[in-house]
């Protein structure tokens, strides 16, 4: 009602009739403050029991999917790629004593006896005595320096009177030879080999009734004309005794096959070859010496032993000034899902945690553990102040110090997290998950040990065949990481060292 409004001049009834209207007014506005009241109280009640986790009064968070990026095949079939040197001596000894096994006997000979004009003239060539052998470089060249004694019996003839007459003689001379080497990448030696001359022991004579016949001459000549014969067949005595295929193809196949590692966790150690490094070949004490790498892939498998059928073939040779000597080998420790729960369980089931000053307090009374990708997922079963189950997760890591498995950044899960600001927030101080942080380790230190004593065992002085020899030591232990599969928790550690394969002599 308008304020300037005199009120006497106001009719009874219509005053009345405004101040019922002013009444009805009042009561309408008066419900809808009621109305707008009571909506409040509602909406502020139900978000109270939105707050709850459930109508039964628990937690339940949304469960962290389970995810696996890597199989436990993936882990223990894991490549590192190793060197194993093999330093190769092959004795002169060796060379010439197979050289001289292999000529022996009568080398050559001439039947011919032809009347063209000049003095006819046949001959036989025998190996007087063993052929020695030297080695050594000129201008970066490996030289090979044969020394070939022979025996020579030679026949001549000479026309008297219109008649022929012959006579024969026998006589000694040694021959040097230098043979120029080098390897090819299929593995075959070539050779160029060179006469360096000769000199007589016991020189040729020959009378023919009562004429002296020049027979050194004649020798001379046919010496001559026959040194290309004889370098090519010195050429290929070389080609075939000095054979690097053999000894490397054993060590190939020998390095190929798997050998036991450990015997209480069935623990193999397999070496998958790559390529062959080899050095240029170099003459010291009396080898013949140079260094084959043997470049692959060592891998460790768990279970039986990994079936490796024999090869007959090598990969090109590859010639580099050194090979190295580095070796690597990852070694697993693993932990099913089942054993790191019951160690979990045993660690932190029990315990109570209490917050703001004794205000409030739980009680785990259950864990279970999985994994989502890099993550391990922790389900932990509370009760106390407030009940259910609740997620976090964390990234597992080999500790060296400790030699265990442990977690950094355990954090709540997200869904969990979102839940606790609602419900409990007082949940989220970090003392349960700093404390289950500090607790959870997971021993996998005496599997790793006992492989690696395995390994550094088999390299001490480890006699893979006769005249092959595997020699090393493992130096440095070094974690790779922590991998998530779906049946265990496996941590990879590297071993790493030296390994040398010593194989000596021609077979």
């Given at each position: 009602?308008?304020?300037?409004?005199?009120?006497?001049?106001v009719p009874p009834r219509l005053r009345l009739s405004e101040r019922v209207n002013e009444i009805k007014r009042e009561k309408v506005e008066s419900g809808g403050r009621l109305v707008f009241t009571l909506s409040l109280f509602i909406s502020f009640t139900l978000s109270l029991f939105s707050c709850q986790p459930n109508r039964t009064g628990r937690l339940n968070p949304a469960a962290p999917k389970a995810a696996y990026t890597t199989t436990i095949m993936d882990v223990r079939n894991e490549a590192l790629l190793s060197t194993v040197n093999i330093p190769v001596g092959i004795a002169l000894a060796d060379v010439e004593r197979q050289i001289n096994n292999q000529v022996n006997g009568l080398i050559y000979e001439d039947n011919t006896f032809d009347d063209d004009g000049s003095t006819p003239f046949m001959t036989k060539v025998?190996?007087?005595?063993?052929?020695?052998?030297?080695?050594?470089?000129?201008?970066?060249?490996?030289?090979?320096?044969?020394?070939?004694?022979?025996?020579?019996?030679?026949?001549?003839?000479?026309?008297?009177?219109?008649?022929?007459?012959?006579?024969?003689?026998?006589?000694?001379?040694?021959?040097?030879?230098?043979?120029?080497?080098?390897?090819?990448?299929?593995?075959?030696?070539?050779?160029?080999?060179?006469?360096?001359?000769?000199?007589?022991?016991?020189?040729?004579?020959?009378?023919?009734?009562?004429?002296?016949?020049?027979?050194?001459?004649?020798?001379?000549?046919?010496?001559?004309?026959?040194?290309?014969?004889?370098?090519?067949?010195?050429?290929?005595?070389?080609?075939?005794?000095?054979?690097?295929?053999?000894?490397?193809?054993?060590?190939?196949?020998?390095?190929?096959?798997?050998?036991?590692?450990?015997?209480?966790?069935?623990?193999?150690?397999?070496?998958?070859?790559?390529?062959?490094?080899?050095?240029?070949?170099?003459?010291?004490?009396?080898?013949?010496?140079?260094?084959?790498?043997?470049?692959?892939?060592?891998?460790?498998?768990?279970?039986?032993?990994?079936?490796?059928?024999?090869?007959?073939?090598?990969?090109?040779?590859?010639?580099?000034?050194?090979?190295?000597?580095?070796?690597?080998?990852?070694?697993?420790?693993?932990?099913?899902?089942?054993?790191?729960?019951?160690?979990?369980?045993?660690?932190?089931?029990?315990?109570?945690?209490?917050?703001?000053?004794?205000?409030?307090?739980?009680?785990?009374?259950?864990?279970?553990?999985?994994?989502?990708?890099?993550?391990?997922?922790?389900?932990?079963?509370?009760?106390?102040?407030?009940?259910?189950?609740?997620?976090?997760?964390?990234?597992?890591?080999?500790?060296?110090?400790?030699?265990?498995?442990?977690?950094?950044?355990?954090?709540?899960?997200?869904?969990?997290?979102?839940?606790?600001?609602?419900?409990?927030?007082?949940?989220?101080?970090?003392?349960?998950?700093?404390?289950?942080?500090?607790?959870?380790?997971?021993?996998?230190?005496?599997?790793?040990?006992?492989?690696?004593?395995?390994?550094?065992?088999?390299?001490?002085?480890?006699?893979?065949?006769?005249?092959?020899?595997?020699?090393?030591?493992?130096?440095?232990?070094?974690?790779?990481?922590?991998?998530?599969?779906?049946?265990?928790?496996?941590?990879?550690?590297?071993?790493?060292?030296?390994?040398?394969?010593?194989?000596?002599?021609?077979?």
């Amino acid at each position: 009602m308008p304020r300037n409004r005199n009120l006497a001049t106001v009719p009874p009834r219509l005053r009345l009739s405004e101040r019922v209207n002013e009444i009805k007014r009042e009561k309408v506005e008066s419900g809808g403050r009621l109305v707008f009241t009571l909506s409040l109280f509602i909406s502020f009640t139900l978000s109270l029991f939105s707050c709850q986790p459930n109508r039964t009064g628990r937690l339940n968070p949304a469960a962290p999917k389970a995810a696996y990026t890597t199989t436990i095949m993936d882990v223990r079939n894991e490549a590192l790629l190793s060197t194993v040197n093999i330093p190769v001596g092959i004795a002169l000894a060796d060379v010439e004593r197979q050289i001289n096994n292999q000529v022996n006997g009568l080398i050559y000979e001439d039947n011919t006896f032809d009347d063209d004009g000049s003095t006819p003239f046949m001959t036989k060539v025998w190996k007087r005595a063993p052929i020695g052998v030297k080695a050594g470089v000129v201008q970066g060249d490996s030289l090979f320096y044969f020394n070939v004694p022979l025996k020579i019996w030679a026949r001549a003839g000479k026309k008297v009177l219109g008649l022929m007459q012959t006579g024969e003689t026998s006589f000694e001379i040694d021959i040097r030879f230098a043979t120029r080497f080098s390897i090819d990448p299929d593995w075959s030696v070539r050779t160029q080999t060179k006469a360096e001359g000769y000199e007589y022991v016991t020189k040729p004579t020959l009378r023919i009734v009562g004429f002296d016949v020049p027979i050194t001459g004649l020798v001379s000549k046919a010496i001559d004309s026959n040194l290309g014969t004889i370098t090519q067949a010195l050429d290929k005595q070389v080609r075939t005794q000095i054979d690097l295929r053999t000894p490397v193809l054993r060590a190939w196949n020998l390095i190929r096959e798997p050998y036991l590692l450990s015997d209480e966790f069935k623990t193999w150690l397999s070496v998958v070859p790559r390529r062959v490094l080899i050095t240029p070949l170099r003459f010291e004490q009396g080898e013949i010496r140079t260094s084959i790498g043997l470049e692959g892939h060592t891998l460790t498998t768990v279970g039986p032993k990994p079936v490796v059928r024999p090869t007959t073939t090598l990969p090109d040779l590859t010639v580099v000034n050194t090979v190295k000597d580095d070796f690597r080998v990852g070694i697993i420790g693993e932990v099913t899902y089942p054993e790191i729960a019951a160690l979990a369980q045993k660690q932190v089931v029990g315990k109570s945690f209490s917050f703001r000053d004794g205000a409030y307090s739980i009680t785990v009374a259950s864990l279970d553990l999985y994994g989502q990708n890099d993550n391990l997922i922790i389900k932990a079963g509370i009760t106390g102040s407030v009940t259910g189950d609740i997620y976090l997760r964390g990234q597992p890591y080999y500790d060296p110090a400790t030699k265990t498995v442990s977690l950094k950044n355990l954090v709540y899960d997200l869904d969990t997290k979102n839940l606790l600001q609602r419900a409990a927030s007082w949940l989220l101080q970090g003392t349960l998950a700093r404390t289950l942080e500090k607790n959870l380790n997971f021993p996998v230190g005496d599997q790793i040990d006992a492989v690696r004593a395995s390994v550094q065992d088999r390299l001490r002085n480890y006699q893979l065949a006769k005249g092959v020899t595997l020699k090393g030591t493992l130096n440095e232990i070094r974690p790779d990481q922590v991998y998530l599969t779906p049946t265990a928790l496996v941590a990879v550690v590297y071993a790493s060292g030296k390994v040398d394969m010593k194989v000596a002599g021609l077979e």
